[in-house]
């Protein structure tokens, strides 16, 4: 099972809203990851949660809220969102340690749209 | 600073003839190079890596190749199919951090025509 589960696929919010995106794995893995990405651009870190503890913060702004609840959840809380952050949020996992610790596999992502 | 580049924005390869997507990058701190594919509005599927302590990684139709000295790899595709016609995805990371996150670069489009 390589399988990252996102919801939801689609989320249409507005600035003034609360919303979270869910990710889920079960694979064993212990790092895992949230990337934006925009058309026609390469995703881009955002959070790397390292057994369940934040250990990378790309200098998000702070109406992004990461939350890891356990080893195989991971939320990405959003409040007060800008039309500029309407893009592709994808939820990534890799093993974290071994020979290949850094070898992600990513959700089909959430499409979200801030009016 | 792009550390991950993809030079050719789109490749067009006639099917069953072999594809070849280049891929350079500039920290020489990347131990570990992935190879993603993705189409529009999905998230990126793992295709192939390879370990910077190996020139070649072979994985069926996919075999990827890296030349340190020059930091280059290739995705080589064998024969291509109408299927492969996607975004490529080159990525790099640093294997001794334990957990620091991909670096991609901006992508390759293969037009597989048949």
């Known amino acids: 099972d390589t399988e990252v589960t996102q919801t939801p696929k689609h989320l249409v919010m507005g600035m003034t809203n609360k919303k979270s995106l869910k990710c889920e794995q079960h694979m064993g893995h212990r790092a895992m990851y949230w990337y934006k990405q925009k058309a026609k651009k390469p995703p881009e870190l955002m959070f790397v949660?390292?057994?369940?503890?934040?250990?990378i913060n790309e200098s998000v702004p702070s109406r992004f809220s990461p939350e890891c609840p356990n080893s195989s959840l991971l939320n990405l809380h959003l409040h007060a969102l800008q039309p500029e952050d309407s893009a592709l949020y994808l939820c990534?996992?890799?093993?974290?340690?071994?020979?290949?610790?850094?070898?992600?596999?990513f959700g089909q992502g959430t499409r979200l749209t801030v009016v | 600073d792009q550390q991950v580049k993809q030079n050719s924005p789109s490749l067009s390869v006639q099917e069953g003839r072999i594809s070849i997507l280049n891929c350079d990058y500039t920290?020489?701190?990347?131990?570990?190079f992935l190879w993603y594919k993705k189409y529009p509005a999905e998230g990126p599927t793992f295709l192939i890596s390879i370990s910077s302590i190996k020139d070649k990684n072979e994985d069926g139709r996919f075999t990827v190749f890296l030349n340190k000295s020059a930091k280059h790899l290739s995705l080589h595709i064998v024969p291509s199919q109408p299927g492969d016609s996607a975004v490529y995805f080159c990525a790099a990371s640093y294997s001794g951090g334990g957990a620091d996150g991909l670096t991609f670069g901006k992508g390759t489009h293969l037009i597989i025509q048949p």
């Open positions: 990534a996992s890799s093993p974290g340690q071994g020979p290949r610790n850094t070898e992600a596999f």
């Open positions: 949660y390292s057994y369940e503890k934040l250990s």
């Open positions: 920290n020489s701190m990347f131990d570990y």
